[in-house]
C-alpha cells in the first residue's frame, strides 16, 4: 500500500527547492530535512495505537498512545538514509537503529548485500522505519525487506519511507511484499536509462552530503 503525503503548497514548494539543479547545498539540505520531518510524521500516524484515557484540567479525555519510542526501529540504506535517520533521532532520541548496506551494479542495477548491522531484539520491535530517499527500480529496497523478514520482522510491520519514488519501483515492493506499506512524498512518471527517476532530483546522497562535485 502506499501513503502520498498530501500535496499542500507547502509540500510543493518544498519539492519545487529540491528538484531544482541550482538549488544551494543548504536549500537543498534544509528543504529536505523539512519533507522528511513531515514524511515521518506521516508514517507514525499509520501505526498501531492502543486507547489512552488522560485527565485534562477540566475532566478527562478518550484518546490514543502509539508505541513508545524504544519500540521502535529505524532501519537506514546506506549512505543516502542517514540524512532520513537524523531527522527520525531527532524526533525521537531512543529510537533504535539498523545500518544496511546495498550496492547497486551500475551495469545491472542489480543490488548486493554488502554489510547488515540490526538491533538483536527487531524482531519484537512494534514497526520498522525503512528509511531511503528515493525507490526507482526497488531492488535495494526489496533486498533490504528480504534481509528483515529474514531476521523475524513481519512484513506488516514494515513502514518503508521515501522522499520520491516511481511507480516501477512500487509494483516491485508491492509483489514480492504486499503488507509492507510505503509512505512517499511523490511518485514520479519513469525510469531514464540510467535507472534514475524523472523528473526525480539527481542523486540525494551526493547533493546533501556534497559530493555531487557541485
Do not use: W
Request: charged share 20%.
Amino acid at each position: 500500500m502506499a501513503i502520498v503525503l498530501r500535496d499542500t503548497p507547502l509540500v510543493r514548494a518544498l519539492f519545487t527547492r529540491i528538484r531544482d539543479k541550482e538549488a544551494s547545498r543548504e536549500q537543498f539540505v534544509t528543504c529536505s530535512d523539512r519533507l522528511v520531518h513531515l514524511l515521518v510524521e506521516e508514517a507514525l500516524a499509520h501505526l498501531p495505537t492502543s486507547p489512552l484515557t488522560v485527565a485534562t484540567p477540566c475532566g478527562a479525555f478518550d484518546g490514543l498512545a502509539l508505541p513508545a519510542d524504544h519500540t521502535l526501529c529505524a532501519v537506514s540504506i546506506l549512505r543516502a538514509a542517514d540524512c532520513m535517520l537524523g531527522v527520525v533521532r531527532a524526533m525521537m532520541p531512543s529510537i533504535t537503529v539498523g545500518k544496511v548496506l546495498i550496492q547497486r551494479d551500475e551495469a545491472t542495477a542489480l543490488p548486493s548485500l554488502l554489510y547488515a548491522k540490526l538491533p538483536p531484539d527487531i524482531a519484537a520491535k512494534a514497526a520498522v522505519l525503512l528509511l531511503d530517499p528515493m525507490l526507482a527500480t526497488g531492488g535495494s529496497a526489496v533486498k533490504c525487506i528480504e534481509l528483515l523478514v529474514e531476521r523475524g520482522v513481519d512484513p506488516a510491520k514494515i513502514v518503508f519511507v521515501n522522499v520520491v519514488c516511481c511507480g516501477e519501483g512500487l509494483e516491485a515492493v508491492a509483489k514480492a511484499f504486499p503488507q509492507v506499506r510505503v509512505v512517499t512524498g511523490a511518485i514520479d512518471p519513469i525510469l531514464n536509462e540510467s535507472k534514475y527517476i524523472v523528473p526525480g532530483l539527481g542523486d540525494f546522497g551526493d547533493r546533501y552530503f556534497g559530493t555531487d562535485g557541485y
